[in-house]
């Protein structure tokens, strides 16, 4: 992987960029790709050997299997934000190392099946509650304490379509240097 960019490894969709106007027509693709990130995952993992499950999506980067879980777990993240933001004012969320739960011995070696299975449901949830946000709920907020930064719901919904999609190119990107099926 040495002929590419580290930067394009990193992010090989683009950083998020939050839009100046959240339409309906915005959010809803962006429900529409956090539906569908679990059979996408799937599609494209289900089939992989341990041995390509571990290997890393770049040089100092996470392996697929790693990947897989994190996405589980930062998704699990989010559906709590968002009932802390619909049932509380203005809430401080807490935050978490990913790293360190990157390297907790489940990441490392639990099969993803289980994690995709989560996914499924997570993700069917996400969008069920999504889908019915008032306009007052999408304006809701919540305090991030990394950086004290105010979050709405409706960036939420952009952050984590980005975020799923994000990690899918990890995986795809990889599958297609390496020349996996």
């Not at 619909?86 to 099969?111: C, F, G, H, Q, R």
């Not at 949830?125 to 930064?149: C, V």
Request: hydrophobic share 35%; aromatic share 10%; with cysteine.
């Amino acid at each position: 992987m040495k002929e590419f960019d580290l930067e394009k490894l990193k992010y090989p969709i683009g950083k998020f960029i939050a839009p100046e106007h959240y339409t309906p027509e915005y959010l809803s693709e962006k429900i529409k790709e956090i539906e569908t990130l679990p059979e996408k995952l799937a599609k494209e993992t289900i089939h992989l050997t341990d041995k390509q499950l571990d290997t890393p999506y770049r040089p100092d980067g996470w392996t697929v299997r790693q990947v897989i879980h994190h996405c589980a777990e930062s998704h699990m993240h989010c559906y709590v934000r968002t009932k802390w933001t619909l049932t509380e004012n203005n809430p401080v969320i807490k935050a978490y190392d990913e790293v360190l739960w990157s390297e907790l011995n489940d990441n490392l070696t639990m099969p993803i099946q289980p994690t995709l299975d989560l996914l499924k449901g997570l993700h069917f949830r996400l969008g069920y509650i999504m889908k019915n946000l008032s306009e007052s709920d999408l304006e809701k907020t919540f305090i991030h304490p990394a950086d004290n930064s105010e979050n709405k719901l409706k960036k939420i919904i952009g952050m984590y379509a980005w975020h799923g999609n994000h990690h899918l190119a990890h995986i795809t990107t990889l599958k297609k240097y390496k020349n996996w099926p």
